[in-house]
């Protein structure tokens, strides 16, 4: 099992340009993540998809789109990037909670995003 | 807007001594969970707390809750040096199934 996996690991792009992060997991998971983490910040919730087929605002969505291409793979997308967007960008996947309790959140290794 | 907030902010410890981290949240929360990050990685799922437990332990770790305080500390005891990392908090809202929220973190540090 891979668990999460992201692609790139690093990526350098220039203000207005676009790009889209890849995410998928082996899992079975029904609930995937898009967090941000920024020095100081800790990790912040830009968009979630609690099942497949659907999608919704985390804490700090402003600049971005998602996708939830099917149950495995969830797509982060910036359309036009700004230097604030500069950040490490980490994808999760968990179950859905409820009688399993399965809470908790895997993660990916991260995209380290540099906006210049 | 964070929910879990860590204290202390860095903690730098000997091999062999124990290591407390607090967190404090504002709202009703389903669990809690305790995450680490080493340096330039994903984080790792430590242990979850649920809103009716006290106490919990997993190997060198106890975890306890008080909802009433709205804190949680976390305890890890005779550290390694491969327990040098950032330690975060994540609280799920009462009512949910899915959404965490992280608090800042604390960096500790094991000296060998």
């Known amino acids: 099992n891979a668990g999460v996996t992201q692609t790139p690991k690093f990526q350098v792009l220039k203000t207005g340009q676009s790009m889209t992060l890849q995410c998928a997991q082996d899992m079975n998971h029904n609930s995937m993540y898009w967090y941000r983490q920024d020095p100081g910040m800790g990790l912040r919730l830009i968009y979630y998809s609690a099942s497949e087929g659907t999608t919704d605002k985390g804490e700090v969505p402003n600049g971005y789109n998602v996708s939830r291409l099917n149950k495995r793979e969830f797509s982060l997308r910036l359309e036009s990037a700004a230097p604030s967007q500069t950040s490490v960008y980490f994808c999760?996947?968990?179950?859905?909670?409820?009688?399993?309790?399965?809470?908790?959140?895997?993660f990916g290794p991260g995209t380290r995003l540099t906006v210049t | 807007s964070q929910q879990g907030e860590e204290d202390p902010q860095a903690l730098s410890i000997q091999e062999g001594e124990n290591a407390t981290m607090n967190c404090s949240y504002k709202t009703s929360i389903n669990n809690l969970q305790w995450y680490r990050q080493n340096s330039g990685r994903g984080l790792v799922h430590l242990i979850l707390?649920?809103?009716?437990?006290r106490e919990k332990h997993s190997g060198r770790l106890r975890v306890t809750l008080d909802t009433s305080k709205k804190s949680s500390s976390l305890l890890i005891t005779a550290s390694r040096a491969a327990d040098t990392a950032s330690y975060f908090c994540a609280t799920m809202p009462g009512g949910s199934n899915y959404k965490l929220t992280f608090g800042k973190g604390t960096l500790l540090t094991v000296n060998p």
């Open positions: 999760a996947s968990s179950g859905s909670g409820g009688a399993d309790g399965s809470y908790e959140q895997y």
């Open positions: 707390i649920r809103s009716n437990e």
